[in-house]
């Protein structure tokens, strides 16, 4: 039996911290959902003492990660590995390295030791790694997360060079309505009433129109983002409102589908690793719950498991959750025909890599030419709004 500190919020929506023995942390994570906790972490006892507060970026993540990988792919046993990498690595991860390899030498798990920075290490690194040392194959999955984070950090480099220049433009074009607004139109309404009364009156109507609307957009944006910061906090405090606000986002046309994609890869990659390393599909399905983060995701996994347990299709048991996709259902009920449930989730995994990378070219794409479009918007605006009335009294004058 191993300790576990588990740190959690009750029914009340107050923050407890409980102390429980079991065999594995899968064991207490199911008795807990099962008590109506929400859990916020579960930490080994001998490892609580000595967690940091230091937050790791993803490029360090991806270094301590590559590494790693070139080092285990070479057949050197995960405290050799350790051994190297801490004179191998320099700069930020040199620091990183030592002090997983001083906790790995006093007997923790790898999975223990990582799970101290857990503001750096996403949810799906640890499961992963979690699963990596009890199939007996870290090699295989420190590759496969080389692999997975490269991809990503890729995608967020290109994200971030693309959208420079119009996040740029836009907060140009803010900055340029604020002194407009506070240091111009006061000075050209005075200017315009000694010219033209007249125009001066319509040109207080549209200042007047252009701050009413801005006030509106304004109002409207901080509401949006009150009632998500508040949702998020309800959902962090109380069991119930995480489930409704997981399956809430599970339901969001676009989130939804991004949710889905990137559940389906953690999970099909769990999966595909567990059983390739002889895990029963009853365990491998308790055991890959742990990649997921979305609660009802998690819970409808778990609710799955408890049907395969008494004898139900693993296809039939994913079908009456009706959380699951089509295409994983499907893919299963294939594997099952075949009785190679291996190559199933392997194609899964291919499947769903495949469409997410898709979604994130699709956004990148799509986010330039949509801020571009908002800039445009507001100097078209600005110019109906303040310069045409300008122009206008001008030819009147002249």
């Keep these: 039996m ?47 003492a000595e967690l940091p507060n230091q937050r790791l970026k993803p490029a360090l993540v991806l270094e301590f990660t590559q590494i790693l990988a070139t080092l ?175 399956a809430l986002l599970l339901k969001v046309p676009v989130v939804g589908v991004f949710l889905q994609l990137s559940f389906g890869l953690n999970f099909s990659f769990a999966m595909e690793t567990l059983l390739t390393s002889g895990y029963p599909l009853e365990e491998a399905l308790e055991e890959s719950s742990w990649v997921v983060a979305n609660m009802r995701y998690r819970e409808s996994l778990m609710m799955a498991r408890d049907s395969v347990v008494k004898g139900v299709r693993l296809s039939e048991a994913l079908r009456k959750e009706a959380v699951f996709p089509q295409v994983l259902i499907g893919w299963m009920a294939v594997g099952e025909g075949a009785h190679d449930l291996v190559k199933s989730f392997a194609q899964l995994r291919a499947y769903y890599q495949k469409e997410t990378d898709k979604l994130y070219a699709r956004f990148m794409n799509l986010a330039e030419p949509a801020l571009i479009v908002t800039v445009g918007i507001i100097l078209v605006t600005l110019i109906l709004t303040f310069i045409t009335p300008i122009f206008t009294m001008l030819g009147e004058l002249l």
């Design 72 to 246: 285990m792919a070479n057949g050197l046993r995960l405290k050799e590995a350790l051994s190297i990498a801490r004179h191998v690595g320099v700069g930020a991860v040199g620091p990183l390295l030592q002090r997983v390899e001083e906790r790995v030498a006093k007997g923790d798990s790898l999975h223990e030791s990582l799970s101290a920075w857990r503001s750096g290490f996403p949810p799906l690194y640890l499961g992963l790694v979690r699963i990596g040392e009890k199939a007996g194959d870290l090699a295989t999955i420190f590759q496969r997360l080389s692999d997975y984070l490269a991809g990503r950090q890729a995608l967020r480099d290109k994200m971030v060079n693309s959208l420079v220049y119009p996040v740029f433009v836009l907060c140009v074009a803010i900055v340029g309505i604020v002194l407009l607004a506070t240091l111009i139109l006061p000075k050209l309404t005075g200017m315009i009433g000694s010219l033209n009364p007249h125009a001066a009156a319509v040109y207080r109507q549209n200042v007047a129109g252009f701050q009413r609307g801005a006030g509106v957009l304004v109002i409207l944006l901080l509401l949006v983002g009150g009632a998500v910061a508040g949702l998020l906090r309800l959902r962090v405090r109380k069991a119930e409102w995480a489930r409704r606000v997981d």
């Design 2 to 48: 191993s300790a576990f500190v588990c740190r959690v919020v009750d029914s009340g929506g107050n923050r407890v911290v409980l102390r429980r023995d079991a065999a594995h942390e899968a064991a207490v994570l199911r008795d807990l959902n099962q008590e109506g906790y929400l859990i916020l972490s579960i930490t080994p006892a001998s490892s609580v």
